[in-house]
């Protein structure tokens, strides 16, 4: 057994260190075992906290550079339309219809695109486990229930979430040219990629886009041990002038239960304060957090205003699966049991508005205010302060520059795999 003091840091040797009850692992460690420790005191849940923020700071700097190196090393470049159309091939093999596969496999581009990898090719797989056990219906239509003048209720008919997503944004787009005002909600939907893709397709008509979704009771509301909301994203896109925009696309969890996914695929281990442990501490094991599945929510723990995350994430509930009437809280399938657990029948809300129904001039004090937020000093010249879409912009552009998206290899390693098993040819790809 190991003795040590608290506050000291424990990045020693590389080892995986069980440090109070909560597992810890350094990036650097390529000996595989694992060190217990005995504590000399019990500290209370806030300096518990704080010691493992400090342990966490202290491992970041000591790993900056082996993980640039090591993420240089893994990347590969694959073509855009190499990587969609080899998800259609998968969808399509397992069941869809070309029409719906393309529709999705839209949105898991974009999110590529914009470098929100959990949200892209990361998902083909479920999708097309959801296809393979019945649990989605690429043919069916969603369907108007009931609707007024700038209201629709839809029954997305347990087809692919990007068709129910796509339907009903573009119905309160209709509403809003003609009322000022169009608010969509659907039950009976699936998972529909990243939320900002739907609340975007408003800026084209110059308008305000607003898109939610609840999913999969993934995260622990502050002071439970328990999963009971989901990840449960909002998005708001506003236009500005000369094609400038504010995108905010955003988790109401410390992020997405795919980065998690992610970081298990790469072996690394997770930022402090993105998923806690069964006894409700934070780790930074990414295998006990996809296992768990009990992700913290946007701000972490009480000491750091979690609350104010998982206060966003039920508002996100009460617009969706409250009111459309769907499955809501734990009562949605678990995430985990994608495909087993019966119809995912998620709820979601899609808003347009039209800002000329409100003071003349909206797009140029929306290009005025972004002109501010970025023309703000930066704590480092060499990081700029970013208005909201910005970053996604930029990799958007660095990726219709160059023709292709840089993927990890474990991306690729999945890919792989999925094609085997559904009998479609691999996807091509370049080493950089």
């Known amino acids: 057994m190991l003795s040590v003091r608290l506050g000291l840091p424990l990045c020693f040797d590389g080892t995986v260190v069980k440090l109070l009850g909560v597992v810890v692992v350094n990036p650097l460690s390529t000996l595989g075992r694992c060190c217990s420790t005995v504590v000399e005191r019990q500290p209370s849940r806030h300096n518990r906290f704080q010691h493992l923020q400090h342990l966490e700071n202290h491992k970041r700097r000591a790993r900056l550079t082996f993980s640039t190196a090591t993420m240089a090393e893994s990347l590969v470049a694959v073509k855009q339309e190499e990587a969609k159309q080899f998800m259609i091939k998968c969808l399509q093999a397992a069941g869809s219809e070309p029409g719906p596969a393309e529709e999705q496999a839209d949105v898991m581009l974009e999110a590529d695109r914009q470098g929100h990898f959990s949200h892209g090719m990361n998902r083909l797989a479920s999708y097309c486990n959801d296809l393979l056990l019945n649990a989605c219906d690429s043919k069916a239509k969603p369907t108007v229930v009931k609707e007024s003048a700038s209201t629709a209720f839809v029954d997305g008919q347990n087809t692919f979430g990007a068709t129910v997503g796509n339907f009903c944004m573009n119905l309160a787009i209709q509403k809003a040219k003609e009322t000022g005002v169009g608010w969509?909600?659907?039950?009976?939907?699936?998972?529909?990629?990243?939320?900002?893709?739907?609340?975007?397709?408003?800026?084209?008509?110059?308008?305000?886009?607003?898109?939610?979704?609840?999913?999969?009771?993934?995260?622990?509301?502050?002071?439970?041990?328990?999963?009971?909301?989901?990840?449960n994203p909002i998005s708001l896109a506003a236009p500005a002038e000369n094609g400038d925009r504010?995108?905010?696309?955003?988790?109401?969890?410390?992020?997405?239960?795919?980065?998690?996914?992610?970081?298990?695929?790469?072996?690394?281990?997770?930022?402090?304060?993105?998923?806690?442990?069964?006894?409700?501490?934070?780790?930074?094991?990414?295998?006990?957090?996809?296992?768990?599945?009990?992700?913290?929510?946007?701000?972490?723990?009480?000491?750091?205003?979690?609350?104010?995350?998982?206060?966003?994430?039920?508002?996100?509930?009460?617009?969706?699966?409250?009111?459309?009437?769907?499955?809501?809280?734990?009562?949605?399938?678990?995430?985990?049991?994608?495909?087993?657990?019966?119809?995912?029948?998620?709820?979601?809300?899609?808003?347009?508005?039209?800002?000329?129904?409100?003071?003349?001039?909206?797009?140029?004090?929306?290009?005025?205010?972004?002109?501010?937020?970025?023309?703000?000093?930066?704590?480092?010249?060499?990081?700029?302060?970013?208005?909201?879409?910005?970053?996604?912009?930029?990799?958007?552009?660095?990726?219709?520059?160059?023709?292709?998206?840089?993927?990890?290899?474990?991306?690729?390693?999945?890919?792989?795999?999925?094609?085997?098993?559904?009998?479609?040819?691999?996807?091509?790809?370049?080493?950089?």
């Not at 975007?200 to 995260?219: D, Q, R």
């Not at 990890?408 to 996807?427: D, G, P, Y």
């Open 184 to 231: 969509v909600v659907a039950h009976r939907s699936n998972h529909y990629g990243i939320a900002g893709w739907y609340s975007m397709k408003a800026l084209k008509e110059g308008m305000i886009g607003m898109s939610f979704t609840n999913t999969s009771p993934l995260m622990a509301p502050t002071r439970s041990k328990e999963r009971c909301l989901g990840t």
């Open 246 to 432: 504010f995108v905010l696309d955003m988790a109401t969890t410390a992020v997405a239960v795919g980065k998690i996914e992610i970081q298990r695929q790469k072996g690394e281990p997770l930022p402090l304060g993105w998923a806690q442990a069964p006894d409700g501490l934070p780790t930074t094991d990414a295998g006990l957090a996809f296992e768990e599945g009990c992700l913290m929510p946007l701000g972490g723990p009480e000491l750091t205003s979690g609350y104010k995350g998982y206060g966003l994430s039920a508002m996100v509930e009460i617009l969706c699966g409250i009111s459309a009437g769907s499955l809501y809280g734990q009562k949605v399938r678990q995430w985990a049991h994608t495909g087993q657990g019966g119809a995912a029948n998620l709820g979601q809300c899609f808003i347009a508005m039209d800002p000329s129904n409100f003071a003349p001039g909206f797009d140029a004090r929306m290009s005025d205010l972004l002109g501010q937020l970025r023309g703000l000093e930066a704590t480092d010249p060499n990081n700029k302060v970013l208005a909201p879409g910005d970053k996604e912009r930029a990799n958007v552009d660095k990726a219709d520059a160059t023709g292709v998206i840089n993927y990890h290899m474990s991306q690729i390693n999945a890919c792989e795999a999925l094609a085997n098993q559904l009998k479609v040819k691999n996807i091509l790809y370049t080493k950089m």
